[in-house]
Structure formats: structure tokens, C-alpha cells
Nanobody, 116 residues
Framework: QVQLVESGGGLVQAGGSLRLSCAVS????????MAWYYRAPGNQRDWVAR???????RYKDSVEGRFTISRDNAKNTVSLQMNNLKPEDAGVYYC??????????WGQGTQVTVSS
């Protein structure tokens, strides 16, 4: 069973920055593409950014140029640097394998709130 622990969320003013971290207990971490997902209030969970084992990255259009995903295979962690935050970025952020399966285990997520 994969365990995921997200942290680093908080309240920030628009234009500010946050750095999210995710600790992953998965013996297969280094061979999996990992992603950050988020769920805005009232919406379904959607992906934000993903990173392959060899560190190729892809981003949702709305965050391209503002967010940076990274990973540390030695520490089994995935991070998301979020700059120039906008109110529409607010929500609960999760990390998981990409693509996440229907019955995937999820962590508790970390709340990001952006004030305008």
C-alpha cells in the first residue's frame, strides 16, 4: 500500500509563492511518473504537473511558467514550487502516481488558499 504525505500548503496573497512537498512510501517510486493534482471547491480532482523518472515534466496550461515540479529519488519525495499564485489556484493539492488509478490510495492533501 502506497502512503503519501503532502505538506507545505497555507494562506498566501495573490502573487505570492508556496512550496509543496510530498513524502512517498513506495518501493517503486523511482520508476513511476509522479504528479501533483488539485481539487478546487466543488470540482473534481485534476492534474497540475507531472514528472517522469528521468525528470521530464509536463504542466497544465494554466500553471505553465509559474509552477515547477521536481523529485528526489533518493528521498522518495516530490515537490511543487508555486510562484505568482492566483486565486484560481486555490484548493487541496495531492501527489500521486500518474495516471492515478480509480482505486488509488490518496493522502490527506494540503490546502492552498490564495487571497486576492
Amino acid at each position: 500500500q502506497v502512503q503519501l504525505v503532502e505538506s507545505g500548503g497555507g494562506l498566501v496573497q495573490a502573487g505570492g509563492s508556496l512550496r509543496l512537498s510530498c513524502a512517498v512510501s513506495d518501493q517503486h517510486f523511482e520508476i513511476n511518473t509522479m504528479a501533483w493534482y488539485y481539487r478546487a471547491p466543488g470540482n473534481q480532482r485534476d492534474w497540475v504537473a507531472r514528472i517522469t523518472p528521468d525528470e521530464r515534466t509536463r504542466y497544465k496550461d494554466s500553471v505553465e511558467g509559474r509552477f515547477t515540479i521536481s523529485r528526489d529519488n533518493a528521498k522518495n519525495t516530490v515537490s511543487l514550487q508555486m510562484n505568482n499564485l492566483k486565486p484560481e489556484d486555490a484548493g487541496v493539492y495531492y501527489c500521486n502516481i500518474w495516471p492515478a488509478t480509480r482505486n488509488a490510495d490518496w493522502g490527506q492533501g494540503t490546502q492552498v488558499t490564495v487571497s486576492s
